[in-house]
Protein backbone atom coordinates (compact mmCIF):
# COMPACT_ATOMS: atom_id res chain seq x y z
CA UNK A 1 0.00 0.00 0.00
CA UNK A 2 1.02 3.49 -0.33
CA UNK A 3 3.50 5.01 2.21
CA UNK A 4 3.41 8.46 3.84
CA UNK A 5 6.45 9.73 5.56
CA UNK A 6 5.94 13.52 7.44
CA UNK A 7 8.80 15.26 8.72
CA UNK A 8 10.08 16.57 11.54
CA UNK A 9 8.76 14.11 14.07
CA UNK A 10 9.00 16.71 16.33
CA UNK A 11 9.25 20.40 16.52
CA UNK A 12 9.78 22.80 19.25
CA UNK A 13 8.70 26.29 18.50
CA UNK A 14 9.32 29.94 20.43
CA UNK A 15 5.81 31.80 20.02
CA UNK A 16 6.20 34.09 16.62
CA UNK A 17 8.41 31.44 14.84
CA UNK A 18 7.78 30.03 11.67
CA UNK A 19 7.87 26.48 10.55
CA UNK A 20 7.30 24.40 7.92
CA UNK A 21 6.08 20.57 7.80
CA UNK A 22 6.75 18.17 5.39
CA UNK A 23 5.06 15.15 3.79
CA UNK A 24 6.27 12.38 1.27
CA UNK A 25 4.10 9.58 -0.08
CA UNK A 26 4.99 6.74 -1.77
CA UNK A 27 2.46 6.94 -5.27
CA UNK A 28 -0.39 9.33 -7.09
CA UNK A 29 -3.01 10.12 -5.12
CA UNK A 30 -6.64 11.59 -5.25
CA UNK A 31 -7.00 12.79 -1.96
CA UNK A 32 -4.45 14.39 0.25
CA UNK A 33 -5.43 16.25 3.65
CA UNK A 34 -3.64 18.15 6.51
CA UNK A 35 -5.32 18.14 9.85
CA UNK A 36 -4.47 18.75 13.40
CA UNK A 37 -5.30 16.64 16.23
CA UNK A 38 -5.78 19.21 19.32
CA UNK A 39 -4.88 17.57 23.19
CA UNK A 40 -8.09 16.44 23.28
CA UNK A 41 -7.95 14.17 20.05
CA UNK A 42 -10.10 16.03 17.68
CA UNK A 43 -9.05 15.66 14.32
CA UNK A 44 -9.49 18.97 13.01
CA UNK A 45 -9.50 19.29 9.38
CA UNK A 46 -6.85 22.08 8.02
CA UNK A 47 -6.80 21.89 4.28
CA UNK A 48 -8.09 19.54 1.46
CA UNK A 49 -5.16 20.12 -1.12
CA UNK A 50 -4.12 16.98 -3.71
CA UNK A 51 -2.25 19.57 -5.52
CA UNK A 52 -1.70 23.21 -5.83
CA UNK A 53 -1.68 25.80 -2.83
CA UNK A 54 -4.43 27.33 -0.39
CA UNK A 55 -4.07 29.70 2.35
CA UNK A 56 -6.21 29.69 5.04
CA UNK A 57 -4.77 32.63 7.91
CA UNK A 58 -1.84 31.90 9.18
CA UNK A 59 -1.69 28.70 7.42
CA UNK A 60 -0.39 27.27 4.22
CA UNK A 61 -0.01 24.53 1.96
CA UNK A 62 1.44 23.29 -0.97
CA UNK A 63 0.97 20.07 -2.81
CA UNK A 64 3.10 19.14 -5.71
CA UNK A 65 1.75 15.85 -6.56
CA UNK A 66 4.45 15.46 -9.60
CA UNK A 67 7.00 15.11 -6.79
CA UNK A 68 4.99 12.93 -4.42
CA UNK A 69 5.19 16.27 -1.21
CA UNK A 70 3.42 18.13 0.62
CA UNK A 71 3.95 21.09 3.17
CA UNK A 72 2.35 22.93 5.64
CA UNK A 73 3.64 26.64 6.59
CA UNK A 74 2.37 28.13 9.67
CA UNK A 75 3.50 31.54 10.50
CA UNK A 76 3.92 33.55 13.11
CA UNK A 77 3.53 30.80 15.63
CA UNK A 78 1.10 30.68 18.49
CA UNK A 79 0.50 28.50 21.66
CA UNK A 80 -2.34 27.59 20.41
CA UNK A 81 -0.80 25.68 17.37
CA UNK A 82 0.54 23.13 19.68
CA UNK A 83 -0.89 19.75 19.10
CA UNK A 84 0.36 16.61 16.74
CA UNK A 85 0.00 17.80 12.50
CA UNK A 86 -1.18 14.76 10.41
CA UNK A 87 -0.50 14.34 6.55
CA UNK A 88 -3.11 11.37 5.35
CA UNK A 89 -3.53 10.84 1.40
CA UNK A 90 -5.98 8.22 -0.45
CA UNK A 91 -5.06 6.94 -3.53
CA UNK A 92 -8.64 6.99 -5.21
CA UNK A 93 -11.99 8.70 -4.74
CA UNK A 94 -13.75 7.42 -1.88
CA UNK A 95 -10.97 5.03 -0.81
CA UNK A 96 -9.50 4.88 2.63
CA UNK A 97 -7.25 7.57 4.04
CA UNK A 98 -3.85 6.19 4.92
CA UNK A 99 -1.94 8.34 7.62
CA UNK A 100 1.91 9.73 8.54
CA UNK A 101 3.03 9.24 11.74
CA UNK A 102 2.56 12.74 12.80
CA UNK A 103 4.66 15.79 13.53
CA UNK A 104 4.46 17.30 17.45
CA UNK A 105 4.49 20.51 17.03
CA UNK A 106 5.23 22.50 20.22
CA UNK A 107 5.08 25.96 20.54
CA UNK A 108 6.74 27.57 24.11
CA UNK A 109 5.46 31.29 24.85
CA UNK B 1 -18.91 18.66 4.55
CA UNK B 2 -20.55 16.02 6.21
CA UNK B 3 -21.49 16.61 10.34
CA UNK B 4 -20.54 13.37 12.08
CA UNK B 5 -21.89 12.85 15.80
CA UNK B 6 -19.83 10.51 17.69
CA UNK B 7 -20.81 9.10 21.11
CA UNK B 8 -19.61 8.84 23.52
CA UNK B 9 -16.68 10.94 23.49
CA UNK B 10 -15.01 9.14 26.84
CA UNK B 11 -15.78 6.38 28.84
CA UNK B 12 -14.18 4.27 31.63
CA UNK B 13 -14.22 0.52 30.94
CA UNK B 14 -13.68 -2.68 33.11
CA UNK B 15 -11.41 -5.77 31.17
CA UNK B 16 -13.76 -7.97 29.83
CA UNK B 17 -16.55 -5.85 29.23
CA UNK B 18 -17.61 -4.77 25.71
CA UNK B 19 -18.19 -0.91 24.65
CA UNK B 20 -20.25 -0.25 21.57
CA UNK B 21 -19.55 3.92 19.87
CA UNK B 22 -21.91 5.04 17.98
CA UNK B 23 -22.09 7.54 14.57
CA UNK B 24 -24.65 9.64 13.17
CA UNK B 25 -23.98 11.49 10.15
CA UNK B 26 -25.82 14.34 8.50
CA UNK B 27 -26.18 12.65 5.61
CA UNK B 28 -26.09 9.77 3.51
CA UNK B 29 -22.98 8.34 2.63
CA UNK B 30 -21.56 4.99 1.25
CA UNK B 31 -18.96 4.19 2.85
CA UNK B 32 -18.11 4.74 6.60
CA UNK B 33 -14.53 4.31 8.26
CA UNK B 34 -13.65 3.52 11.64
CA UNK B 35 -9.78 4.13 12.91
CA UNK B 36 -8.10 3.32 16.19
CA UNK B 37 -5.23 5.44 17.35
CA UNK B 38 -3.47 3.96 20.54
CA UNK B 39 -1.52 6.50 22.58
CA UNK B 40 1.37 8.12 20.91
CA UNK B 41 0.49 6.73 17.67
CA UNK B 42 -0.77 7.80 14.45
CA UNK B 43 -4.22 6.55 13.29
CA UNK B 44 -4.56 2.81 11.87
CA UNK B 45 -7.88 1.96 9.93
CA UNK B 46 -9.98 -1.06 11.63
CA UNK B 47 -12.47 -1.84 8.96
CA UNK B 48 -14.46 0.14 6.17
CA UNK B 49 -18.15 -0.17 6.81
CA UNK B 50 -20.71 -0.11 3.63
CA UNK B 51 -24.29 -0.20 4.20
CA UNK B 52 -26.06 -3.97 3.67
CA UNK B 53 -22.95 -5.46 3.38
CA UNK B 54 -20.46 -7.22 5.99
CA UNK B 55 -17.58 -4.95 6.94
CA UNK B 56 -14.27 -5.10 5.54
CA UNK B 57 -11.35 -5.38 7.82
CA UNK B 58 -7.74 -4.49 8.27
CA UNK B 59 -4.98 -6.94 8.50
CA UNK B 60 -4.53 -7.60 12.08
CA UNK B 61 -8.25 -6.52 13.00
CA UNK B 62 -11.16 -9.70 13.66
CA UNK B 63 -14.74 -9.10 13.60
CA UNK B 64 -15.10 -10.89 16.60
CA UNK B 65 -13.37 -8.03 18.73
CA UNK B 66 -14.68 -5.27 16.41
CA UNK B 67 -18.11 -6.06 15.70
CA UNK B 68 -19.46 -3.24 13.03
CA UNK B 69 -22.85 -2.40 12.26
CA UNK B 70 -24.04 -0.34 9.72
CA UNK B 71 -28.14 -0.35 9.43
CA UNK B 72 -28.14 2.18 7.17
CA UNK B 73 -26.67 5.38 5.10
CA UNK B 74 -26.55 7.61 7.96
CA UNK B 75 -25.20 5.56 10.66
CA UNK B 76 -22.83 2.76 12.15
CA UNK B 77 -21.59 1.42 15.49
CA UNK B 78 -18.38 0.13 16.36
CA UNK B 79 -18.12 -2.56 19.76
CA UNK B 80 -14.82 -3.40 21.57
CA UNK B 81 -15.58 -6.80 22.33
CA UNK B 82 -13.88 -8.32 25.99
CA UNK B 83 -12.07 -5.70 26.56
CA UNK B 84 -7.96 -5.01 27.99
CA UNK B 85 -6.34 -2.64 29.02
CA UNK B 86 -4.58 -3.13 25.35
CA UNK B 87 -7.63 -1.63 23.63
CA UNK B 88 -7.30 1.98 25.88
CA UNK B 89 -6.94 3.81 22.78
CA UNK B 90 -9.23 6.77 20.61
CA UNK B 91 -11.40 5.33 18.27
CA UNK B 92 -12.75 7.37 15.11
CA UNK B 93 -15.66 7.06 12.72
CA UNK B 94 -14.71 8.73 8.95
CA UNK B 95 -16.75 9.43 6.14
CA UNK B 96 -15.64 10.96 2.70
CA UNK B 97 -17.93 14.02 2.38
CA UNK B 98 -19.85 13.62 -0.86
CA UNK B 99 -19.27 17.39 -1.93
CA UNK B 100 -15.85 18.25 -3.80
CA UNK B 101 -13.29 19.86 -2.33
CA UNK B 102 -13.66 18.97 1.52
CA UNK B 103 -12.12 15.44 1.32
CA UNK B 104 -12.96 13.20 4.78
CA UNK B 105 -14.71 14.11 7.93
CA UNK B 106 -13.83 12.73 11.79
CA UNK B 107 -16.37 12.28 14.18
CA UNK B 108 -14.97 13.40 17.52
CA UNK B 109 -13.52 10.66 18.72
CA UNK B 110 -14.07 8.63 21.56
CA UNK B 111 -11.13 8.22 24.53
CA UNK B 112 -11.65 4.61 25.68
CA UNK B 113 -9.66 3.58 28.86
CA UNK B 114 -9.80 0.01 30.25
CA UNK B 115 -9.03 -0.89 33.49
Known amino acids: GIQVEQSPPDLILQEGANSTLRCNFS?????LQWFHQNPWGQLINLFYIPSGTKQNGRLSATTVATERYSLLYISSSQTTDSGVYFC???????????FGEGTQLTVNP | SAVISQKPSRDICQRGTSLTIQCQVDSQVTMMFWYRQQPGQSLTLIAT?????????ESGFVIDKFPISRPNLTFSTLTVSNMSPEDSSIYLC??????FGYGYTFGSGTRLTVV
Open chain 2, 94 to 99: SVASQG
Open chain 2, 49 to 57: ANQGSEATY
Open chain 1, 27 to 31: DSVNN
Open chain 1, 88 to 98: AVAETSGSRLT
